[in-house]
């Protein structure tokens, strides 16, 4: 039977008189992949924020493998198996791939053979072993998007939330990160995946979620969520009429 491994109830996020997010619920099961869209502004990273700590909710909770997690600062989410990606990356660009990689790693263990070893699994996975001594800073963007994506698999999560992992690459590049996000999930790894390219997130996710001004506009499979009237209405329009 599959499990629900994250369960998100009623979250609410006001910045001053700004409400980003309004009783937004959510349940992602083990081994999915749980895309988000919705236009700018409409609460995506909010709600990653505050699912990965880096943001208390207002009000609402966070159940990851049925503990509360609200609240609780990100180095403690990660180290419960939930772990993230940015949009912007931010390698430690003095550092090599295999040490930045090793980062994620540490958060289990502070002894470097371990850290190294699921460190140099994580680089293998996502394509980066040839490039495990070099400077991080001298990757491509396409390189330091695989890289963001083993410094979360290093942390060896159920659960990994992946924010605009394809923005600006080349079409060859997102190919690739696709097909490792695919692998991920054989794994049994769930994803839950912000994305712009609409191609893409129909391709890989098993439910849409839509966020539209800080609310839940639809929540099902793909190809429901685009004949959705409400749906086209708000975002998507013309763009996947052809999908
Ligand atoms: N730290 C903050 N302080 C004040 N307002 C914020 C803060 N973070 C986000 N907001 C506001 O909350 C709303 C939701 O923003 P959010 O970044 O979550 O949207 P998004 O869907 O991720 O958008 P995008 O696709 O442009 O990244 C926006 O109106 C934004 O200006």
Avoid at 64 to 70: A, H, N, V
Avoid at 89 to 99: C, I, K, Q, S
Wanted: aromatic share 4%; hydrophobic share 40%; proline share 4%.
């Amino acid at each position: 039977m599959t499990e629900t491994i994250l369960h998100a109830t009623d979250i609410t996020k006001e910045f001053g008189g700004l409400v980003a997010l309004s009783d937004v619920s959510l349940d992602i099961d083990e081994g999915e992949i749980v895309g988000l869209i919705g236009p700018n502004g409409a609460g995506k990273t909010t709600l990653f924020n505050c699912l990965s700590g880096a943001l208390k909710p207002t009000s609402g909770t966070v159940e990851f493998r049925g503990e509360d997690i609200t609240g609780m600062e990100p180095h403690e989410v990660a180290k419960r198996g939930l772990a993230r990606t940015f949009q912007i990356t931010r390698p430690m660009e003095d550092m090599t791939v295999l040490e930045n990689a090793m980062v994620g790693a540490h958060i289990h263990t502070r002894r470097r053979g371990p850290t190294r070893e699921r460190a140099r699994d994580a680089l293998d996975f996502v394509g980066l072993a040839d490039d495990a001594d070099r400077k991080a800073g001298g990757l491509t963007l396409g390189k330091q998007k695989s890289l963001e994506l083993a410094r979360a698999l290093a942390t060896d999560p159920e659960l990994v939330l992946v924010d605009e992992i394809m923005a600006g690459l080349t079409p060859a590049e997102s190919e690739r990160i696709l097909d490792r996000l695919e692998a991920v999930r054989e794994r049994g790894t769930s994803l839950f995946v912000i994305e712009h390219d609409m191609h893409a997130i129909m391709e890989i996710s098993d439910r849409i979620k839509v966020l539209d001004n800080g609310k839940e506009l639809a929540f099902g499979a793909p190809a429901d969520v685009v004949n959705d009237p409400a749906v086209v209405e708000a975002y998507i329009g013309e763009e996947v009429e052809d999908v």
